[in-house]
């Protein structure tokens, strides 16, 4: 067992220049392996909209399900930082409305934190969540609950004023409250310089490698997602073609009789007796 990451944990290793690894789980055979693996923090992304539901988008994710979701995972890593994604529509209606919702996800979901999309207009939310005793990352550049507005997924920051503005952003949200600060799409001297303007640590995906940490879909790693796959992703596995390949195997061995043998059936000792008594 590995010393549980706490958020100021996390903001310690930024200080000692140690990187920190996120990666998304949602269920509690991908948490345990993700605590097995050594990860330092757990997303309970709304990309189980794509991955798990099969949605086209996030959109529809619910609060109900990442309660459920998290649930599951914080049962597979009781010893890592489990973190909820607030999902569209839990916490852009009112202030009240978004603690609400993030203090279910820690007290029904056993999160130990939320995260949330947006820019510098999240500011007043993440400072009542912070003073709820709410810990929050706060997520900017690409951020996919936007995919209707920013008509598709973009690269951020690409001009003098963007970048800017996600500077702007960045430090606005860490004065608020924020623990650390996500950076999606955003081109990597840009998230380095944010990165070296914060004080909290900031979690890169497709943002370079100048960021404090990095956080990856766990289904895009392992290879198990082919619907989509961003450049910034590395298949680390083709666990998705192996899996397949497994049931294959299966399929054929049921069909041909080879499956189960006896390796894998249970003997009825004295058959020859008591099968003949059976009407
Ligand atoms: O929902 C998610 O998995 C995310 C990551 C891509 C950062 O927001």
Same mark, same amino acid.
Not at 15 to 29: F, L, P, R, S
């Given at each position: 067992?590995?010393?549980?990451?706490?958020?100021?944990?996390?903001?310690?290793?930024?200080?000692?220049?140690?990187?920190?690894?996120?990666?998304?789980?949602?269920?509690?055979?991908?948490?345990?392996?993700?605590?097995?693996?050594?990860?330092?923090?757990?997303?309970?992304?709304?990309?189980?909209?794509?991955?798990?539901?099969?949605?086209?988008?996030?959109?529809?994710?619910?609060?109900?399900?990442?309660?459920?979701?998290?649930?599951?995972?914080?049962?597979?890593?009781?010893?890592?930082?489990?973190?909820?994604?607030?999902?569209?529509?839990?916490?852009?209606?009112?202030? @009240?409305?978004?603690?609400?919702?993030? +203090?279910?996800?820690?007290?029904?979901? =056993? *999160? $130990? &934190?939320?995260? %949330?999309?947006?820019?510098?207009?999240?500011?007043?939310?993440?400072?009542?969540?912070?003073?709820?005793?709410?810990?929050?990352?706060?997520?900017?550049?690409?951020?996919?609950?936007?995919?209707?507005?920013?008509?598709?997924?973009?690269?951020?920051?690409?001009?003098?004023?963007?970048?800017?503005?996600?500077?702007?952003?960045?430090?606005?949200?860490?004065?608020?409250?924020?623990?650390?600060?996500?950076?999606?799409?955003?081109?990597?001297?840009?998230?380095?310089?944010?990165? @070296?303007?914060?004080?909290?640590?900031? +979690?890169?995906?497709?943002?370079?490698? =100048? *960021? $404090? &940490?990095?956080? %990856?879909?766990?289904?895009?790693?392992?290879?198990?997602?082919?619907?989509?796959?961003?450049?910034?992703?590395?298949?680390?596995?083709?666990?998705?073609?192996?899996?397949?390949?497994?049931?294959?195997?299966?399929?054929?061995?049921?069909?041909?009789?080879?499956?189960?043998?006896?390796?894998?059936?249970?003997?009825?000792?004295?058959?020859?007796?008591?099968?003949?008594?059976?009407?």
């Amino acid at each position: 067992m590995t010393e549980k990451k706490t958020w100021p944990r996390m903001q310690e290793m930024k200080e000692a220049g140690e990187k920190i690894v996120m990666i998304t789980a949602y269920d509690y055979a991908s948490a345990t392996m993700a605590q097995n693996a050594g990860v330092d923090f757990i997303l309970v992304g709304d990309s189980l909209g794509n991955v798990v539901q099969g949605c086209d988008n996030t959109l529809p994710v619910t609060v109900d399900e990442i309660i459920y979701h998290s649930k599951m995972v914080r049962r597979g890593a009781p010893d890592t930082c489990v973190v909820g994604d607030m999902p569209f529509g839990s916490y852009e209606v009112t202030i @009240e409305e978004g603690v609400r919702n993030a +203090i279910r996800m820690m007290k029904e979901g =056993g *999160c $130990d &934190g939320v995260k %949330l999309e947006g820019g510098i207009e999240r500011a007043p939310l993440i400072k009542a969540l912070t003073e709820a005793s709410v810990p929050v990352m706060a997520h900017i550049g690409m951020t996919p609950q936007k995919i209707a507005q920013m008509g598709g997924f973009k690269v951020q920051g690409k001009s003098v004023e963007a970048a800017q503005k996600l500077i702007d952003a960045a430090k606005e949200l860490e004065a608020a409250g924020a623990v650390q600060v996500l950076m999606e799409c955003v081109p990597a001297p840009l998230a380095t310089k944010i990165t @070296e303007s914060l004080h909290v640590p900031t +979690i890169g995906i497709g943002a370079g490698a =100048g *960021c $404090d &940490g990095q956080v %990856l879909v766990w289904y895009d790693l392992a290879g198990m997602y082919d619907k989509f796959c961003p450049k910034f992703v590395k298949k680390y596995a083709e666990a998705g073609k192996m899996i397949t390949n497994a049931m294959a195997e299966y399929v054929s061995e049921v069909k041909g009789g080879q499956f189960p043998d006896d390796a894998h059936s249970f003997a009825l000792k004295n058959a020859d007796e008591i099968l003949p008594r059976l009407y």
